[in-house]
């Protein structure tokens, strides 16, 4: 009866253990999809659409294998903690995520006050869940879970600016050496260019002429980023030595890049004796995704059969602990084995008051964020319907624009050929006019998604540069500006000055998130606003920058944001890099007084350390000096070398344990392979023990006990045990056979 009431018992605190468990990664999944949820729609959303971003897509399912490769070392950590620690040590951690948290929220509101904010808030995505894991678990979790974090980096879309000028100079390299290849096999073959794009002109057998024009789609860019996530996640979980990793990630890139070469070597041939239709179908049938697949199997078998690497192999350790291995599980302490250190069964979690208290504390702080979060773009309500029916067919209507004063509103077109050309849902020209003042046009240009709307000082002046050749505009000024208070709208004036007309346009343009009713249907839009006015000279710009400014306002307003922001989010906002340069400080302070703690207390430990028995001592510099992994077997080889004694397992562990509540060892987690290791480290400086090593011992007994043992030890011709394993290695000069599989395994390869 009694055993039963025990067992139901056990069987509660480990139900409620794993409930306090699951409510934890609950917090801290909701926690991140709650503050990044509309980040997250915008990116994944574009990433359906966007070759240039698709390998976003791909991303969940590494990162979700990476957690589950990582499953028996975060089981192990979960629940870790050290032995006795000082008071002031034990909220280190919290206090640290809790600035890291602070640091990210403030960047990704200071990044919302920006023209770009959505490329700011993402890359703050990893502190944020790094301070998570830091308050809500401890810091060996976030050490297991460094990589995986840092990972989410590649949610970032690449800026336009990199896509334009490497692919431009991809599309040029790769034109001209598939250009040389099929010249080689007799194709005739010569290069132009067609608005800065290299053209591959080849002359078929019956003497027509097809040009394949490789622009930025084709250079391979878009292939070449998504293979860099592909490389890096296969680099990771290699288990091999780090320059084999780099060398192997260094390997993927200029690997993916001969592909796309290959690619357009073969359409090219295929161009020559099959026509052009049906090479570009290839063309597009064999790229993106599938140059990424087979790119990918050739980094594994170049890194199998090369590097002799191993993505599933066991772990390092030459051998099996005879302890654990049988039925006789005694030997397991807290799911660990006393002797090897492996983890045996599922470590015990112990449910905390102050893990409710954590719980409760990032629960409360997302919900304060949500309440005064600063969303990514303007949310806004369109105020009518876009596209209104007329006896001259479908027109935009002008109940979308506010009126202005003395200013006549009027619908211009409809730009149908730019929006299949961009990828857009609608481009609607309106026109603000007055006989005594400047016409004001206003652009509005929709899309589902955010990376159809192009900055306009990318398409008129960074795409030309790229492609080496001269923009057909010089740019006069580009600086951003406030239209909008609260919530804060940043727009971006661009002037420029056509050089062939000899005429200047000035650009006052910013991008909002709006529902808009297209067809009776509410849906929500990405929209960039652009006004447009031609000043009559360069000079004349900052007066017409002045002029466009109330007209940006107007309809700013007019287009109903839908939240506004408090006055803290505004001021943080604001001042968010001073803000986030002090709590980085604070945070630097915070690791920093902790590190010389740290330092303070293993000095302090000296004259603990000198007042220990000589067999305490003996055993502490054992965890000092076991090479390898010091787990209590190995630590108790390395005590035999040194005191040449044996001590039992049981009594190695009571030191030990003993030792850890002084403070002088502590425990942690070892990773073999993904496989955790219960080890032991010394707190003890390395002098210290080093002058006690070579202490003189003045005990006459002692000198002639080690001398009795090792005239016996020459005598019986004892093996030696190596350091690093429990095999005995027998001496050549005593010609007995030696285990060399395991030498060769073993660290030591000492006699």
Known sequence: ?????????????????????????LTLTAAVIAVYFQDLSIIFNDALYNEATSHILAIPILFAYLIYRKRRMLRASIPFEPGDRPSWTKHVAAISGLLVIAAAVILYWWGSYTFTPLEYHMLTLPLFIAGLVLIIFNPQTLRQLAFPIVFLIFLTPPPNEVLYGLGSTLSVIGSEASSAMVSVLGVPSVISSEFGNPTII???????????????????????IGFLVFAAFI??????????????????????????IAR???????GYQYGEELALQIFHLVGGWVLIFLGTLLLLAISEKVFKTQMFSKPTRPYSCTRCSSSNRQAITEGYCSSCGRLLGTPSIRPHRTDLAKIAAVSCIILLLLSIQAPVFALTKGPAQIIVQTPSGEEGNTQILPQIPSYALQFDFRDRDFEQQAGQDASLVYEYSRPDKPTVWASIEISSTRS????????????????????????????????????PIIARYFAFKYMEFNQTQLVLYWFETSILTINN????????????????SPDDVSASEEYLLPFATAIANYWEPMKTWSQISLMISKNGLVLAAGTTAVLTVTIGFNFFEKRRTRKANKNTYGKLSIMDQQVIRAVGETPGT????NIAMTYQNLSDKEVTTNDLIQKLTEAEKTRLVERSIFNDQDQPILVYKSNVPHSTTAYMKNKPDTSTKTQQNKKASASTSNDMQTPDKCLSCPELLQCTKRRAPRNESLIRNCNRKED
């Not at 067992?7 to 605190?13: A, F, K, R």
């Not at 078929?204 to 860019?221: E, M």
């Not at 050749?469 to 919530?487: F, H, K, S, W």
């Not at 249907?521 to 009559?536: G, M, N, R």
């Open 452 to 487: 159809s709307l192009h900055r306009w000082e990318v398409c008129l002046v960074t795409w030309p540069e790229t492609h080496e050749y001269q923009p057909n505009v010089a740019q006069l000024g580009l600086r951003d500006v406030e239209i909008l208070q609260n919530p």
């Open 235 to 260: 680099a990771y979980i290699i288990r091999d030595k780090l320059w084999k990793k780099t060398t192997i990630f260094l390997l993927g890139l200029p690997l993916i890049y001969l592909f796309n």
């Open 630 to 633: 010091p787990t209590p077997d």
């Open 264 to 270: 357009i070597t073969i359409i090219l041939l295929l």
């Open 521 to 536: 249907v509410s849906e929500t839009k990405q929209v960039k606003i652009s006004l447009i006015t031609y000043p009559t």
């Open 202 to 224: 080849i002359t078929r057998p019956d003497q027509t002429i097809v040009g394949f024009t490789v622009d930025i789609a084709c250079s391979g860019i878009y292939s070449l």
């Open 1 to 25: 009866m009694q055993t039963t009431r025990l067992s139901l018992m056990g069987q509660m605190l480990t139900n409620t253990a794993y409930l306090a468990l699951a409510l934890k990664i």
